[in-house]
Nanobody, 121 residues
């Protein structure tokens, strides 16, 4: 029943901005850490940013100062504001969340379906 739905990807020129959203729904008791990963063509998946329930963030060095991760616990949603985008940021972006299921109180890692971000002139 639990799922993550991503939105906000698209085509943008170098130096432009995009805002990604990922909303969790289902039988959720609570959500611990949430984050964003990306996979560029021919490269391995890498962590972009992560954020705790108390909104303490961590960033990859390649995006620090350009990207901002945030979350709205009331909406079970995590965001990624991406500014000063570069062609090297082109990738499929995936959100993830450690979700505690309501009935069992067990923790499971869930992944979104991915959203394409393309930075090109």
């Amino acid at each position: 029943q639990v799922q993550l739905v991503e939105s906000g990807g698209g085509l943008v020129q170098p130096g432009g901005s995009l805002r990604l959203s990922c909303a969790a729904s289902g039988s959720i008791f609570s959500i611990n850490i949430m984050g964003w990963y990306r996979r560029a063509p021919g490269k391995q998946r890498e962590l972009v940013a992560a954020i705790s329930r108390g909104s303490s963030p961590n960033y990859a060095d390649s995006v620090k100062g350009r990207f901002t991760i945030s979350r709205d616990n009331a909406k079970n949603t995590v965001y990624l504001q991406m500014n000063s985008l570069k062609p090297e940021d082109t990738a499929v972006y995936y959100c993830n969340a450690d979700i505690i299921y309501s009935s069992t109180r067990s923790v499971n890692r869930y992944w979104g379906q991915g959203t394409q971000v393309t930075v090109s002139s």
